[in-house]
């Protein structure tokens, strides 16, 4: 019930059914077609729910629901193709998005044994899905049994150069909020009918909420005026004025470029990937996830616009990306697919719909040969599908590159700082800190103390010689150092100041023997130098930091 109330809300639709009746010669009932669409989409969110209940993987689904709809395009007038694939993205916008993703989140975060990533995505692809399949059969029996009238209404041809202007008056406003009411107050009745009846609940904040519902039909139905006062007259205008130019490089630069800024523009985008970021622990990060969302959009309308002027059916388009779809969903990982799918959906929203549709009809009517109903629907079908395929390349490149999530970061710290631990308590081995870093590295090695006794006077002598054959720390301490000759008589020299240095380098074993044979030479120890230098081996060593070229 949620997803027929929203989805019959939906002022993309109603715009689109609206164009599309006008220039079916009357065969397509605008009301008939949005109730189709909207009924296809509550079936298809029943089906959605009924997938995260059971715990079904998403794309055996989905697949299924593609090879249905490219079977049923060879059973189909080339008139209800375009219009059939376009509904399918158009039904997932401004009403239908939050609701069917807060759902579909909501039910996997509280369904034991679900993952809010895996399961709680998809729903919005189920609603995008459906529609094709029953706008399909709807335009099959609409073409074999229903005449076209005698009256064609001229939606989209005679394009004038410069928008129209509208025509307000309070009486057709006051009829176009009464016209939304009856289309959005359905959604609340379905809600409280729910609220009150079946789950026996009080709504907190009653008050609140019936005024939230006030503001939403306000807005609906200024936005539509929008729709038409400005997006679809501006994109009308648009197609008209690239058609007359000679270069066709221009529509396609300019398809890429509308795709691109107003996918970045779509607040139900950012929505998702803002939820997408927040319950993938931080993998996904959402500015990216919408860079890649709007490069697939701004790919497909520009290869949309190539299918228009240069003609050619749109179902060999579509099959191939299909194709696409399916390879790279047993290529993907897991977490991205169903995300991937919704993302398909939730481009072809508020900002995107009027310009892309308008911008289709407007190049199908003017170009010479095209067919508005043919070829004019469709690039919405294309805004829909290329997203897929970006997000999941997406995906698999986060994943070639081992981006973690903030959890899996947590849990990969805490194991390195347990292994650590267990290691450090390994009398076997040798535990060094690494610089730099909070790690420890535990492992088989052998050290040894090398000790370098001098006058205080060669000390810094002494560390410069150490320090050139690898020494990385030394332990100074002071000394009061005797010779044979001071040995006969010391007791009157037992409290004197000291006078030599004691250094001491922890090294590994392998570089001793260089280290006293550098100091050796260096301080002349063997011959009219003063100072001894010896080393020995040292066991269950702890503590030591060395950088880790050194390890």
Do not use: C
Request: proline residues 4%; negative net charge.
């Amino acid at each position: 019930m949620v997803g027929f109330g929203t989805t019959v809300a939906e002022p993309a639709l109603l715009v689109i059914a609206d164009k599309a009746a006008g220039i079916s010669s009357g065969r397509i009932d605008a009301f008939v077609l949005r109730m189709v669409v909207a009924f296809s989409v509550g079936f298809a969110i029943v089906i959605g729910v009924w997938r995260i209940i059971k715990g079904h993987p998403i794309h055996y689904y989905i697949i299924a629901g593609y090879i249905l709809v490219v079977a049923a395009t060879f059973f189909l007038p080339k008139e209800i193709v375009g219009l059939a694939f376009d509904l399918g993205g158009v039904t997932t916008s401004t009403v239908t998005v939050p609701l069917v993703a807060a759902l579909g989140i909501g039910l996997a975060s509280t369904i034991k044994g679900r993952n809010p990533v895996l399961d709680g995505f998809g729903l919005i692809a189920f609603a995008s899905l459906t529609p094709m399949i029953f706008v399909q059969f709807y335009g099959i029996y609409v073409y074999q049994f229903i005449e076209a009238s005698e009256i064609v209404i001229p939606v989209v041809t005679n394009i004038p150069e410069t928008a129209a202007a509208f025509d307000f008056n309070l009486l057709s406003l006051l009829k176009g909020i009464v016209s939304v009411a009856f289309d959005v107050i359905p959604i609340l009745g379905v809600i409280l009918f729910f609220q009150y009846i079946i789950l026996k609940k009080p709504v907190e904040n009653l008050k609140e909420v019936i005024i939230g519902f006030g503001l939403v039909i306000i807005g609906l139905d200024a936005f539509i005026i929008g729709l038409e006062m400005g997006l679809f007259s501006l994109g009308e205008t648009m197609a008209l004025q690239l058609t007359q130019n000679d270069s066709n490089i221009i529509i396609y630069s300019f398809a890429f470029m509308i795709g691109f800024s107003t996918t970045m523009a779509e607040p139900s985008l950012t929505a998702i990937a803002k939820k997408a970021k927040e319950i993938s622990d931080g993998k996904i990060n959402d500015f990216v996830l919408r860079l890649f969302v709007a490069v697939g959009v701004a790919i497909g309308i520009s290869l949309g616009a190539f299918r228009i002027v240069n003609g050619g059916d749109i179902v060999y388009y579509i099959m191939v990306g299909y194709m696409l779809v399916i390879a790279l969903t047993f290529i993907a990982p897991k977490y991205i697919i169903p995300i991937a799918y919704d993302s398909g959906g939730v481009t072809t929203s508020t900002v995107t719909v009027p310009l892309v549709a308008a911008l289709g009809l407007g190049l199908a009517t003017n170009i010479p040969g095209r067919d508005p109903l043919i070829d004019g629907f469709g690039l919405i079908a294309f805004a829909s599908l290329f997203p897929m395929i970006t997000v999941m390349a997406y995906g698999v490149i986060t994943e070639r590159m081992g981006i973690k999530g903030q959890h899996e970061l947590e849990e990969i710290h805490l194991d390195e700082l347990r292994h650590a631990l267990e290691d450090a308590e390994n009398m076997g081995l040798s535990t060094v800190n690494v610089h730099g870093t909070d790690k420890r590295h535990s492992y088989k090695m052998q050290f040894s103390a090398v000790h370098v006794i001098v006058p205080h006077n060669r000390e810094e002598k002494a560390l410069l010689a150490a320090k050139e054959a690898g020494a990385r720390g030394v332990t100074i301490m002071t000394a009061h150092g005797m010779g044979l000759e001071e040995m006969a008589n010391f007791y009157n020299r037992l409290h004197s100041d000291s006078t030599d240095s004691n250094l001491m380098f922890i090294t590994p074993t392998r570089k001793v023997n260089n280290m006293i044979k550098t100091i050796m030479n260096t301080l002349d120890i063997t011959g009219e130098g003063d100072g001894i230098s010896y080393s020995y081996p040292i066991t269950n060593l702890k503590g030591l930091t060395l950088k880790s070229s050194d390890l």
